[in-house]
Nanobody, 127 residues
């Protein structure tokens, strides 16, 4: 059973930083996995924020490019999202997701491209 647990959310002022962590358990080999971070604000659809595929390439949503950085630690089955220069519009529940056996190895920012999800961690940015 694959499980994901996020942590690191919180409340910050605009311009501040947070680092989200996601630990994946139940996955014996993540070398081919695609991992991603998504977020969902109240009343809005879940949207992709950042992703890394087995190819090693990373993809970011335009709204976070230059501010967020995705990193992955294959040895510990963990991934991280460093969020800098946070804005009030970044306020949302943030979710980690994984697809252990993607058909293709690139990054992806669509919900349908992932099989397992964490419970989320709340990020609130005040102006």
């Amino acid at each position: 059973q694959v499980q994901l647990v996020e942590s690191g959310g919180g409340s910050v002022q605009a311009g501040g930083s947070l680092r989200l962590s996601c630990v994946v358990s139940g996955l014996t080999d993540n070398s081919s996995a695609r991992m991603g971070w998504f977020r969902q604000a109240p009343g809005k659809e879940r949207e992709g924020v950042a992703s890394v595929g087995s190819s090693g390439f990373t993809r970011y949503a335009d709204s976070v490019k230059g501010r967020f950085t995705f990193s992955k630690d294959s040895a510990t089955n963990a991934c991280y999202l460093q969020m800098d220069s946070l804005k009030p519009e970044d306020t949302a529940m943030y979710y980690c997701a994984v697809n252990p056996w993607p058909v293709w190895g690139g990054p992806a920012l669509f919900v349908v491209d992932y099989s397992y999800w964490g419970q989320g961690t709340q990020v609130t940015v005040s102006s």
